[in-house]
């Protein structure tokens, strides 16, 4: 089970970090990641992080302004958002799984999806 929460209304150019904890002693085996959906788009790829942490990757829209993490002795995994835009208003999904490398990117490859947390940006 995966609880997502730290959302919320934010400033253009602030910052916001999500968490995501999840329940279960398996969660290090897990691939974490980050998806977002806005209002009739489709869910989209954010950042995912290998099992270890040492593997990271990001959508090109929030490469350099947001950072996953992981700590695996919490059962916990972050997203750091810095340098906040309007377009990235969004309800934020944290998700686990264990995809393949070239499978990373797409929903379906993650078995397990937490409730969402909103993120709003006003200009």
């Known amino acids: 089970q995966l609880q997502a929460c730290g959302g919320g209304l934010v400033q253009a150019g602030g910052s916001l970090r999500l968490s995501c904890a999840a329940s279960?002693?398996?969660?290090?085996?897990?691939?974490m990641a980050w998806f977002r959906q806005a209002p009739g788009k489709e869910r989209e790829f954010v950042a995912t992080i290998r099992t270890s942490g040492g593997s990271t990757y990001y959508a090109n829209s929030v490469k350099v302004r947001f950072t996953i993490s992981r700590d695996n002795a919490k059962n916990m995994v972050y997203l750091h958002m810095n340098s906040l835009k309007p377009e990235d208003t969004a309800g934020y999904y944290c998700a686990a799984g264990r995809p393949i490398l070239s499978a990373i990117t797409t929903p379906r490859s993650y078995d397990y999806w937490g409730q969402g947390t909103q993120v709003t940006v006003s200009s």
């Open positions: 279960g002693d398996t969660f290090s085996s897990y691939t």
